[in-house]
């Protein structure tokens, strides 16, 4: 399970907003709940698309995906420079195969200075 869109960008401080409901992707199927009064969806997607869920790294790919490569400047990668350890960083190095073309294009921006 990975957190998704808005809320993988929250989560990274990538943006200041909270998303009103919580978002995660699953390989499991598609449903809502609402626990407490909050709102929650689980998204099926691809295991492609889970490449790292549950990690730190994972939720940077999806951050990515939701940024997309032009919103990606150097603003935000050095806010993801300063965020994540050396270890979520070589994380990321092996997860690069699983991205799509633009995300690696990202991760090869943010890696380089690593």
Known sequence: ??????????????????????????????RRLAVLGLRIAF???????LAGAGTVAGTVLEALRVLGPEAAD???LDRLRRTLSDVDLR????LAP????AQRRV????LRAD
């Open 74 to 76: 150097a603003p935000v």
């Open 43 to 49: 998204r099926h997607v691809t295991a492609r698309r």
């Open 91 to 94: 994380h990321l190095r092996r």
């Open 107 to 110: 991760l090869a921006r943010l």
């Open 98 to 101: 699983s991205a799509t073309e």
């Open 1 to 30: 399970m990975q957190i998704a869109g808005e809320g993988a960008l929250h989560v990274l401080g990538l943006s200041t907003q909270v998303p009103a409901s919580a978002t995660y992707l699953t390989d499991g199927p598609s």
